[in-house]
């Protein structure tokens, strides 16, 4: 079956030409359009509009579609994204008329990428487990029992609200998460979270050292962090660790809650998933109730980048 795949991010659309089955998918080709932070439907609908033309003469019979924020997937509603200025957009309603009356489903980006997963990656054969991504934000897909859970309100695994650290004297006060509480895992171990602690920890070495006391504090990206981390920088080494431990912990709760076979990680700051792992992992089974999660997995998605093209695709298999 070829399929239209739609995946709108916060600042970025992908559209995509897929051919896919039961088990697998193939992107046959592509294409990339940034998205301004304060997009508006009708602009939205322009892009994608551009974007599918330059995919070319192309047919396909269903079209699937993930967006941020909440979605109203049995109405095809684009409920809400705190980045922009949408609200209740019934977007699948609006693309099936321009597509011919085409079968269009949406929902929410990470859970199609824990469904994507389900469907064509690592978890296949698992039917319980929790899917992260940790990128400019973090959120949570889950799947019971083989399915997507989307909880009463459709905004179940929103781990990216757990409190995970708190006021310490002397340590670095929790940082505020957007949805106004401090701590939070989304404040403290996505992308900005990591960029603060690193700019954090710097200032803290400058007191300790006069000669570092004249630099200028870096403002580096989580992506440079990371990067410098590879090349043995001590604080984002030490950064890094604490990312980990706190995704660990974050995990640990929701597996202890849940009893799951699996947590998987993707999105941009899970491209660095080996220098995570280390601290996530002793983090995670030092809260673990072992009896029970007696061998639960740690892993890094195997989707890549394509994650989000593969969620699109997977909820066109309904
Ligand atoms: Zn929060």
């Not at 695994?157 to 757990?162: K, L, M, S, T, V």
Request: charged share 20%; proline share 3%.
């Amino acid at each position: 079956m070829n399929v239209l795949a739609l995946d709108i991010g916060g600042s970025k659309l992908i559209a995509a030409l897929l051919v896919v089955d039961d088990s697998r998918f193939e992107i046959i080709s592509e294409t990339h359009r940034l998205l301004a932070a304060d997009c508006r439907q009708e602009q939205l609908l322009t892009l994608i509009d551009h974007a599918v033309s330059e995919l070319g003469n192309i047919t396909f019979e269903r079209v699937g579609v993930t967006i941020p924020g909440l979605a109203d997937p049995h109405n095809g509603i684009w409920v809400y994204a705190c980045f922009s200025g949408i609200r209740d957009f019934p977007i699948a309603q609006i693309l099936s008329k321009q597509y011919g009356n085409k079968p269009i489903a949406i929902e929410n980006d990470v859970n199609a990428c824990a469904l994507a997963e389900k469907k064509f990656g690592k978890c296949r054969d698992l039917n319980d487990f929790l899917w992260i991504t940790v990128s400019n934000g973090i959120g949570g897909g889950l799947v019971l029992d083989g399915k997507v859970y989307s909880g009463h309100f459709g905004a179940a695994a929103e781990i990216g609200h757990f409190g995970v650290m708190d006021f310490v004297d002397g340590c670095q006060p929790p940082i505020q998460c957007g949805c106004g509480h401090f701590g939070c895992l989304e404040a403290e171990a996505a992308g900005p979270g990591i960029a603060k602690r690193y700019a954090w920890r710097f200032r803290e070495q400058q007191k300790l050292n006069p000669t570092l006391s004249a630099s200028v504090v870096p403002s580096y990206t989580a992506q440079q962090v990371a990067e410098l981390a590879r090349n043995g920088d001590t604080i984002a080494l030490s950064v890094m660790e604490t990312t980990g431990m706190l995704l660990g912990k974050a995990a640990s709760y929701a597996v202890n809650l849940l009893n799951l076979e699996a947590v998987l990680f993707g999105g941009g700051v899970a491209q660095s998933f080996d220098l995570l792992l280390p601290s996530l992992e002793k983090s995670f089974r030092s809260r673990l109730f072992r009896n029970a999660n007696p061998s639960v997995k740690l892993e890094q998605t195997g989707l890549g980048y394509c994650a989000g093209l593969a969620g699109a695709a997977a909820l066109t298999l309904f």
